[in-house]
Each structure stands twice: as C-alpha cells, then as structure tokens.
C-alpha cells in the first residue's frame, strides 16, 4: 500500500464521489418536499383519531366517534386549506405577512370560529336543514351525516386541488341535503332541474 498523501490524484476521486452524494442528497429533498404537506395532514387525521378514541373509548360507539373524527379533521384541513388561501393570499403575495405569519393568525382564528361558533352552526345544520326523525333510525342518521362530511370534504379538496371557487358552508348543505325537491320543473333560482 503506497502512501497516499503526496499523491492528488486520490482528492479527485474524493471530490467526484462527495459531488455524487451531494447530488443524491438535492435528489432525495427534491422528491420528498411534495411529500411533506401530505404527510403532515395524514398525522394530523390520525391524531384526531387518536384523541378522539383516548376521550371516547369507553363510549358505546367508540368506533364511529373514531370515524367521525377522522372525516372532521380531513374537513377542516380542507375548509382551512381553502379558506386561508382565500384570506391570507393577499397579504402573503403582497409581502406584508410571512407564510408563517399568515399560518398563526390562521390557526388562531380558524379555531377560535370554530370553538365559538360552531355549535351554532352545526345546530342548525342537524336539525334547521334536515329532520333526524325523518331518518328512521338514529343510526341511519348518524351514517347520512358521515357521508355528507365526506362528500363535503371531497368536494372541497377536488375545487380547491382545480383552483376552482368553491364554499365550504354550501359544500356542507349541499352533502346534507341529497334530495331537494322532487319535482320536474326547472329551479327560478339557477336553471338547473332538481334532482
């Protein structure tokens, strides 16, 4: 074995392969940036899930509890998601708040509306929309408002995944309310035939 110190030939090998990791290392945080909003909302459903199970799992119905907070949590990640945009683009675009800025006052208000306000609005959407003894059974209501919740969140994420307008609070009456009038004349309002 030859001493490799008086020798520069053994720095241009070290160079190129520190300039291959190097590479590798831009690559790796090139693919895994548009991983991490996704993966932080995953944790945040399954902490809702989490939380909802250590303070509802002695219920009788832990399981839907569960489920239901799981669906709630995707909820709000799309409400706030389309909201904030909505709110705090401005600002940010206009440089007179950071990203991080417009993330605080988000998450402050988002869930001071939400903790003040929002029994009310739920009030109203569970019995001034729609009537629970209509459904039959109480669970066949619960099981409508489930899917009302998913279908409300998926229709906001696809809008706001297409740039597309979209109200939260109509998305939510909309997946509430699967059958308006049953009739064949044409709505005054839009034009559009009920279903």
Not at 30 to 55: C, T, W
Not at 108 to 134: R, W
């Given at each position: 074995?030859?001493?490799?110190?008086?020798?520069?030939?053994?720095?241009?090998?070290?160079?190129?392969?520190?300039?291959?990791?190097?590479?590798?290392?831009?690559?790796?945080?090139?693919?895994?940036?548009?991983?991490?909003?996704?993966?932080?909302?995953?944790?945040?459903?399954?902490?809702?899930?989490?939380?909802?199970?250590?303070?509802?799992?002695?219920?009788?119905?832990?399981?839907?509890?569960?489920?239901?907070?799981?669906?709630?949590?995707?909820?709000?990640?799309?409400?706030?998601?389309?909201?904030?945009?909505?709110?705090?683009?401005?600002?940010?675009?206009?440089?007179?708040?950071?990203?991080?800025?417009?993330?605080?006052?988000?998450?402050?208000?988002?869930?001071?509306?939400?903790?003040?306000?929002?029994?009310?609005?739920?009030?109203?959407?569970?019995?001034?929309?729609?009537?629970?003894?209509?459904?039959?059974?109480?669970?066949?209501?619960?099981?409508?408002?489930?899917?009302?919740?998913?279908?409300?969140?998926?229709?906001?994420?696809?809008?706001?995944?297409?740039?597309?307008?979209?109200?939260?609070?109509?998305s939510v009456v909309g997946g509430v309310i699967p059958r308006v009038i049953q009739s064949d004349r044409l709505s005054p309002s839009c034009?559009?035939?009920?279903?």
């Amino acid at each position: 074995m030859t001493d490799q110190q008086g020798d520069p030939r053994h720095l241009e090998t070290l160079d190129r392969d520190l300039d291959r990791f190097t590479n590798l290392e831009r690559a790796t945080a090139y693919v895994a940036r548009p991983m991490v909003g996704p993966g932080v909302a995953l944790v945040f459903v399954l902490l809702a899930g989490i939380a909802a199970l250590l303070f509802f799992g002695q219920a009788n119905n832990s399981l839907i509890v569960v489920v239901a907070a799981c669906l709630g949590a995707y909820m709000a990640l799309n409400i706030g998601a389309n909201d904030v945009a909505n709110n705090m683009g401005p600002a940010v675009g206009a440089n007179a708040l950071t990203m991080g800025g417009a993330i605080a006052i988000a998450v402050v208000f988002e869930s001071a509306g939400a903790l003040i306000a929002g029994g009310d609005v739920v009030s109203t959407i569970a019995k001034g929309i729609i009537a629970p003894e209509s459904m039959g059974t109480a669970i066949t209501f619960i099981w409508a408002m489930m899917a009302a919740l998913l279908s409300a969140a998926l229709w906001v994420n696809l809008a706001t995944w297409v740039g597309a307008p979209v109200s939260t609070t109509h998305s939510v009456v909309g997946g509430v309310i699967p059958r308006v009038i049953q009739s064949d004349r044409l709505s005054p309002s839009c034009g559009l035939r009920w279903m």
